[in-house]
């Protein structure tokens, strides 16, 4: 059961609170940028600044995402994809907005270490010693900032193990050190603490004083962007650890908040404040003698939130491969720790548009642009699905559509605000997360093509056919077992393309066929399987039931059902005469893979034919199926068959009209006759 635990809540601040404990770096920085720097803001507008991050903070991170949110936990399990998983059985529909929140929240997890590393070694600048140096140069600033990316993103297919034990305790440090920091400067004006107050939030929107207007959201919503991941590491860390911990998180960063506001309403008239290009009020409010050691533990927690957010990125990946919602790649497991994985290709691609939004955008205020808006719209789509979630479970249907209606209304204000930053740098965003639903929708479409054209044919009608060939002397034997993985099998019926392949392509003489399903279920974790032998000892045909947490390696699974089937009685033994292993009674194991290929001879239409032109092009860049399944140290054949094949619909082949012969009497009329039939000549 989850119960609090203190070690728990430890490891919840370094995996949780990382992104949302980094937002104090640059929200209020962006709030006074947007206003058109220190000079312009009064004391009434940064109350009102602070009150609004306040109620923030407290509606949609403490009301939606902790007291709601994570009550919709799939077997301990949270994130958009698992809150999916929940509730899709009530519409088909409802993929839709799982991809768009995936997506978004994916293009957040790229901009997230760009925009935090560089916010970190910007406050350099703080320290005379760096500033008397280098000055405002901002090359300084980014080739540090470079650096510490690359060696984040090296150090990923080593696992993070041993350095996320120390995540807990670090952050835990940061926070309360954020909090003591702003509690210093809180005490030199304790009249901030009026923007508890919501008035002051309200009336900073209608006044004359805010020059964005209610735009300014844009830049208050940057204080929330880590709630998204209370929810996505809930199957980390455990709810109660998080719900535990989160109070203190919560009154740290507040402290924070409302000390960067004393702060700035001490010195928001001083000149030599007013001329500080890229003021930063969380660096600038520490004393000369903490700067140094503030910076550098900035650049940890920087670190600590971009290593998260690498990490959630792994795990979003992974569950969407695994609901067919993106193509295979291939996942490394650097350690037997919960949640620990590595994919390459998901590092690399992380990796350079780090490196490229850096060297585009150059400064963190220009980055703070493109940051948020990706976030908004992901809170948009757990709110969708929250509402099918609240009545799933029985919430009255106005309780449920007040509170649906309530976030909509404030994220969609959020949205509003954040999209005023699309020509500023949001483009970015909206075009990273553009570029992943694409390969999402090409995905998912492909597979429902791929489903209509399935023609399946049942096992029953060729079990005699099957049990001739195992027994006919003149055939070789092909293998002991061979092994066919298909994702088109439904109970008996299977893909016509498998039966081809045993019976017409090569005859495939076996002791034993199998026919392997895996299907991925809602539980994370499901490990189980289903046997079908249909009356026979020769044919196996195999469900697999795996969690969409659970590693494909059919390999292992394969091995541990055999010795089950033969325990049994079912499956007859197979003693090896040559083997290494003494008394071994399994045979050798022969996989084959179906693999389709587009076949100019199709009934697709257009539109359909180019979908699936993209999937297989996709497809054939992405881990091979024998990689997924860990099968790559097993003897696997790879066969190539047109799509066509499993068509239900075939395509009619015209019939030919009978040409009359002719007798051409002469050269002439036979070269004429040529270059007249040339026109009409049609490649078939």
């Known amino acids: 059961m989850d119960k609090f635990k203190i070690g728990g809540a430890l490891v919840a601040m370094g995996v ?34 602070v009150s609004l991050i306040v109620w923030t903070l407290t509606l949609l991170t403490t009301v939606k995402y902790v007291m709601i949110a994570l009550r919709a936990d799939n077997h301990g399990e949270g994130g958009i994809f698992s809150l999916y998983t929940l509730v899709r059985k009530a519409s088909k529909y409802l993929i839709i907005p799982a991809m768009i929140g995936g997506a978004a929240l994916l293009a957040d997890g790229v901009l997230t270490p760009a925009v935090t590393i560089t916010t970190a070694i910007e406050g350099l600048r703080g320290i005379p010693t760096f500033f008397n140096t280098f000055g405002n140069d901002q090359n300084v600033i980014i080739i540090i900032t470079i650096v510490i990316i690359c060696i984040l993103f090296m150090i990923q297919r080593f696992g993070t193990e041993r350095v996320g034990r120390a995540f807990g305790p670090v952050m835990l440090g940061w926070f309360t050190f954020i909090g003591a920091v702003g509690l210093w400067n809180f005490f030199d ?82 000149g030599y404040y007013q001329k500080i290009e890229m003021l930063n009020p969380f660096f600038r409010m520490m004393p000369e003698w903490l700067s140094v050691i503030g910076v550098a533990f900035a650049t940890v927690a920087a670190v600590i939130a971009s290593q998260a957010l690498i990490s959630g990125s792994y795990t979003l990946v992974s569950e969407a491969v695994k609901l067919r919602l ?162 088109n099998l439904k109970r008996h019926k299977i893909g016509r393309e498998i039966m081809y392949s045993i019976l017409d392509k090569k005859p495939k003489k076996a002791k034993v066929y199998w026919f392997v399903n895996v299907f991925v279920t809602d539980d994370p974790f499901t490990k189980e399987y289903h046997v079908d032998m249909m009356n026979t000892d020769y044919i196996v045909n195999v469900q697999l039931r795996l969690g969409f947490r659970m590693n494909q390696d059919v390999n292992i699974y394969l091995r541990h059902i055999v010795h089950d089937l033969m325990d049994q009685g079912k499956l007859p033994r197979q003693p090896q005469k040559y083997t290494i292993t003494p008394g071994r009674d399994v045979g050798d194991f022969c996989f084959v893979l179906i693999r389709e ?38 003897d696997v054949i790879t066969e190539h068959v047109p799509l066509s094949l499993a068509g239900r619909n075939r395509v009619k082949c015209e019939p ?3 040409v009359q012969v002719h007798d051409f009497s002469s050269e002439e009329n036979d070269m004429n006759e ?11």
């Open 16 to 49: 949780v609170y990382g992104d949302i404990g980094t937002s104090p770096l640059y929200v209020m920085k962006a709030i006074i940028e947007g206003n058109g720097g220190l000079a312009n803001v009064s004391e009434s507008f940064i109350i009102g600044a």
């Open 189 to 270: 004006n304790p009249s901030v603490i009026k923007a508890l107050n919501p008035y002051y939030a309200v009336q900073l929107l209608t006044s004359s004083e805010n020059k964005a207007g209610i735009f300014i959201l844009g830049s208050v919503f940057l204080a929330t962007t880590g709630a998204e991941a209370l929810y996505s590491d809930m199957g980390h860390v455990g709810r109660m650890n998080i719900l535990g911990s989160w109070p203190y998180i919560k009154i740290c960063l507040l402290l924070n908040y409302f000390g960067q506001a004393a702060w700035i309403i001490s010195v928001k008239d001083s």
């Open 326 to 487: 993106l193509p295979r790649f291939k996942i490394i497991y650097p350690s037997n720790q919960k949640g620990q994985l590595y994919i390459p290709v998901v590092n690399t691609i992380l990796f350079v548009t780090c490196v490229a939004i850096v060297l585009y955008f150059r400064t963190s205020a220009h980055m703070e642009a493109a940051y948020g808006l990706a976030i908004t719209v992901t809170m948009l789509m757990t709110t969708i699905l929250l509402l099918f979630y609240l009545l799933q479970k029985g919430v009255p249907k106005i309780v449920a559509g007040s509170v649906f209606l309530f976030f909509t209304l404030i994220e969609s204000i959020f949205f509003i605000s954040s999209a005023t930053k699309f020509f500023h740098g949001g483009y970015v965003a909206v075009l990273i997360a553009l570029i992943i639903l694409s390969v999402m929708v090409i995905w998912e479409k492909g597979s429902l093509i791929q489903e209509r054209m399935s023609n399946r044919v049942s096992l029953y009608d060729y079990v005699d056919q099957i049990d001739q060939l195992r027994q006919d002397d003149t055939v070789q034997l092909y293998q002991t077992n061979v092994v066919f993985l298909t994702n």
């Open 597 to 634: 290929e587009l076949s100019r001879v199709t009934d697709l239409s257009n539109l359909d034919r180019m979908i699936m032109q993209a999937k297989l092009a996709i497809k054939s860049i992405t881990t091979s199926p024998a990689r997924w399944y860990g099968l790559e140290y097993s």
């Open 656 to 658: 030919l009209t009978q």
């Open 674 to 684: 040529d270059e007249e039939n040339d026109d009409n000549l049609t490649e078939v």
